[in-house]
C-alpha cells in the first residue's frame, strides 16, 4: 500500500511539472531569447546627434523598450545615407535614415524596409544659410556658387533644387559640396563654399555664434511638411525577427507620441546625447515627430524624387513599408 501511495505521488509530481510547463506557453522560449519571448531582445540602433532622433533616447531614458523585454544600444552615425552599409552587414540592426536616401538606394536594388517614422519638418527648420557679410541675398544670386550639403543626391540637394527651381535655376547651375554639419559653419568662414544647407541645431549655432543668415527655408512649397527620416531595417532582418520588430515599433512609437505633444521631454534629452546645451535646445526650431509611417505622405517623397529624376521610375512606398505587426 505504501509502495502504491509513493508511485502516485510520484506521478502526479509529475503531472505537475508536465502541466506547469505546458501553462507556460513561450516560458522557455522567453527565457532563452529575453523578455517577452523576441528572437534577439539586445539590438544596436544608428541615429545622429541631431535632434530628429530624440524619440530613441527619450525611449530609452523611459524604459518604453525595456516594458517591451528589448534592450537597445544607440549608436552614432555620421548620416543617415551612410547607415545604409552597415544595416547591410548586420553591425546595426535598425538605424535612422532619410527618405531619399532609402528610396534612391531601394531604387537601385536594395532590399531595404521602413520600420517606423521618425521626423517631419517644419518651417525653417533646414535652411540655405550664407555667411553675415556674403554678397549673397537670394537663391537666384546662387548661381555658379558652391553649396555645402552633408550628402550628395539625398534630402539636402533635393530640397535645395525645389528653391532653386522656384528662382529659375537647376542643379546644374551651382556645385555641391560634402561636409558634415558641426563643420560647415568654420568651412564657410574660411571661403571654402559659397552657402551651406544646414539644420538645426547648427542653424541656431551659425546665427548666433557667427552672424550667418538665412536666404531661404528649403520645406515651403513643394517640400512643406516634407517627411524627412525615419527608422530603416534590412528585409531579411525584418522577416527573422518580427516579434523584435513589434517590441521595437511599440516602443519607438509611444515615444514619438510622446515627443509630439510635449516639446519640455525633447528639450531635457537633447544636452543628453548632443552638443545642444539647455539654452539652445529651448530656442532651437523643431519640426514634427509623427507617431506611424503614412504611406500617402511618404509618397509625396517619392514622386519629388521622380519629378527631379532622382528616380528613373516610380516607386510605390507601400511596397517599402514593413507591416505594422504584433510579432
Known amino acids: 500500500m505504501t509502495r502504491k501511495v509513493r508511485r502516485r505521488t510520484l506521478m502526479l509530481g509529475i503531472a505537475a511539472t508536465l502541466l506547469i510547463a505546458g501553462c ?31 524619440s530613441l533616447h527619450i525611449a530609452i531614458a523611459k524604459g518604453f523598450f525595456k516594458d517591451e523585454g528589448l534592450t537597445v544600444e544607440a549608436i552614432p552615425i555620421t548620416g543617415g545615407a ?16 532619410n527618405y531619399v536616401s532609402t528610396f534612391l538606394a531601394v531604387s537601385q536594388g536594395k532590399k531595404f524596409k521602413l520600420v517606423a517614422d521618425m521626423y517631419q519638418a517644419g518651417p525653417n527648420a533646414y535652411n540655405i544659410m550664407v555667411p553675415k557679410d556674403s554678397p549673397i541675398k537670394t537663391v537666384a544670386d546662387l548661381k555658379d556658387k558652391t553649396i555645402l550639403v552633408n550628402n550628395f543626391r539625398n534630402i539636402a540637394t533635393l530640397a535645395v533644387e525645389t528653391q532653386l527651381k522656384v528662382a529659375g535655376l537647376t542643379e546644374k547651375d551651382v556645385k555641391y559640396a560634402e561636409k558634415p554639419f558641426p563643420e560647415m559653419g568654420n568651412a564657410l568662414q574660411t571661403g571654402q563654399a559659397d552657402a551651406a544647407w544646414i539644420t538645426e541645431p547648427f542653424i541656431t549655432a551659425t546665427q548666433s555664434k557667427l552672424g550667418f543668415r538665412k536666404i531661404a527655408d528649403t520645406m ?35 515615444a514619438q507620441e510622446l515627443a509630439s505633444n510635449d516639446r519640455k521631454e525633447i528639450e531635457a534629452m537633447l544636452p543628453k546625447y548632443t552638443r545642444i546645451d539647455a539654452k539652445t535646445a529651448s530656442v532651437i526650431t523643431l519640426g ?40
Open 24 to 54: 507556460s506557453g513561450n516560458g522557455g522560449s522567453a527565457a532563452s531569447s529575453g523578455g517577452n519571448g523576441l528572437e534577439k531582445p539586445t539590438i544596436k540602433v544608428g541615429a545622429m546627434p541631431i535632434p530628429d532622433p530624440a
Open 220 to 254: 515651403t512649397g513643394q517640400t512643406e511638411d516634407l517627411p524627412i527620416a525615419g527608422w530603416m531595417a534590412s528585409d531579411d532582418w525584418v522577416q527573422k525577427y518580427p516579434k523584435t520588430l513589434a517590441a521595437f515599433q511599440r516602443a519607438i512609437a509611444k
Open 288 to 327: 514634427t515627430y509623427p507617431s506611424a509611417l503614412s504611406a500617402n505622405r511618404l509618397q509625396k517623397v517619392a514622386d519629388l524624387m521622380l519629378e527631379y529624376k532622382y528616380l528613373k521610375s516610380p516607386i510605390d512606398v507601400k511596397s517599402v513599408i514593413a507591416a505594422q505587426t504584433d510579432g
Open 82 to 97: 551612410a547607415a545604409g552599409p552597415q544595416i547591410e552587414s548586420g553591425a546595426l540592426d535598425i538605424s535612422q535614415t
